[in-house]
């Protein structure tokens, strides 16, 4: 039980379309970042977020954005879906730069 | 950015075996952690180590940070051992953010 809880599981949607991913982290847990696993693959960074601020991106286009609010929950909304966004979604938080990060289960999203 | 290269790439044995998983990297680190990921995509943390050794039950892994290596040891596997094993570190250069950069993996296989 790591205390990183997402939904939905699972989604389905079409191309072109927007979607939003939740995430809730555990209490003090200050920094979140989203994660994406295409099949086959390790995980590649989104981005980062802490105090409700972005902090940090990795090689992804504008339209995957985010939000972290003060309850320590937090979203990951993509935009103008493509078939190559169907991925695993892993939402991530920890208590501060030493120590470990904790993921969730992930939201698996199929864009047909 | 930093590269991070994991062996082997699959690895089957038979129950009862032990393993060592292998992690090269890149760069310099100051976070480097284990995990597991089982057949429905949980990604559960197994160490957090960027320097040293640790040992949880069967499992052990150490890290020598000058050499830009980390090890991990399954021993007497069984097979809820099964699953992908990956590697993630995240480098001194990563600015704020310290997002984890992900080896490939190594795909394990526990036989009965």
């Known amino acids: 039980e790591t205390g990183v809880t997402q939904s939905p599981t699972h989604l389905i949607k079409t191309r072109g379309q927007q979607v939003t991913l939740r995430c809730s982290s555990q209490?003090?847990?200050?920094?979140v970042s989203w994660y994406q696993q295409a099949l086959g693959q390790g995980p590649q960074f989104i981005f980062q977020?802490?105090?409700?601020?972005?902090?940090g991106r990795g090689n992804f286009p504008p339209r995957f954005s985010g939000l972290q609010f003060p309850n320590y929950s937090s979203e990951l909304n993509v935009n103008a879906l493509e078939l190559d966004d169907s991925a695993l979604y892993l939402c991530?938080?920890?208590?501060?730069?030493?120590?470990?990060?904790?993921f969730g289960n992930g939201t698996r999203l199929t864009v047909t | 950015g930093i590269q991070v290269e994991q062996s082997p790439p699959d690895l089957i044995l038979q129950e009862g075996a032990n393993s060592t998983l292998r992690c090269n990297f890149s760069?310099?680190?100051?976070?480097l952690q284990w995990f597991h990921q089982n057949p429905w995509g949980q990604l559960i943390n197994l160490f957090y180590?960027?320097?040293g050794t640790k040992q949880n039950g069967r499992l052990s892994a150490t890290t020598v940070a000058t050499e830009r290596y980390s090890l991990l040891y399954i021993s007497s596997s069984q097979t809820t051992d099964s699953g992908v094993y990956f590697c993630?570190?995240?480098?001194?250069?990563?600015?704020?953010?310290?997002?984890?950069?992900f080896g490939s993996g190594t795909q394990l296989t526990v036989l009965p």
């Open positions: 209490s003090g847990h200050n920094t």
């Open positions: 991530a938080s920890r208590r501060d730069e030493g120590s470990p990060l904790h």
């Open positions: 993630a570190v995240a480098t001194l250069s990563s600015g704020s953010a310290r997002q984890l950069t």
């Open positions: 977020y802490y105090r409700e601020e972005e902090n």
């Open positions: 180590i960027p320097s």
């Open positions: 760069d310099s680190v100051n976070n």
